[in-house]
């Protein structure tokens, strides 16, 4: 595995391994490359004909394939658990060759999730609650800190995209993690953003001791009026397709699936 040092290094890495036959899961753009290169988290390792870009998540690596031969295997010493995110529209196009391409070199099946999408033209009724909670922007190191305790205690290791504490001091910055209290308990927290005029719905997780008190719903409630009061009508996130409750709630909004899928698979050191 070696560093890319440089923007025209991978450039010419992609290039090199590029054509019309390739597969690959590369959806970083440009300017997220760029920033990892500048903070040494992007790797790669090459064979004859095949390409693998690694990102480091800390616990694990990200990583980016451009396949051009199956029969090539992906050969590393790699120190860290390995997570692939294979995107798919439809079961389909479900790419059952990379799939096995990956089983076949020691990863696994970790879980599938699914891409939901809602505009406000569905017209979305908010209803009066009943329940002694509220809702706020957070603001706080105490909420901060909180904020991310939680997360790294209720999302995946893995496919979770965990976020440090300074990238959590960062959203809230901008005003973009809300907070969940119930009778004045700190129990909940939501974590969305704005990316090409879309409001992605990042994170959302309820303390165990809170839960079914209708927290979720509260805050994915105001999440959605905070988007609407800035024009930010279209909303999208991805979530377990085997989470129940946590569909439900989402289909409750009217979100919906828009067909589009990942299949996260593993491979443990």
Known sequence: MFEISNFPELTDLINLYSNSLTQSNNYLLGVAFDDLIKQRKLFYIKGKFNLYLLVDRNISYQLYYFI????????????????????????????????DYFELNGFSTHLTRDNMALSFTNEVTFRPH????????????????????LFASQLDIYTGDLKTQKEINKYIENGNILCAYYNDNLCGALQFEIKNKVNWLGHLAVDLHYRGNGIASLLVENYLKIGVAKSDTRFQLWVINSNESAVNLYKKFRFTHTGKSTISMLKLK
């Open 68 to 99: 051009n031969n199956f029969q090539e295997s992906f050969k590393n010493n790699i120190d860290k658990p390995l997570v692939i995110e294979v995107v798919y529209k439809g079961e389909i196009k479900k790419p059952r060759a990379i799939i």
């Open 130 to 149: 009943n329940i002694n909670a509220h809702i706020k922007i957070a603001n706080t190191k105490y909420e901060a800190s909180y904020v991310c305790d």
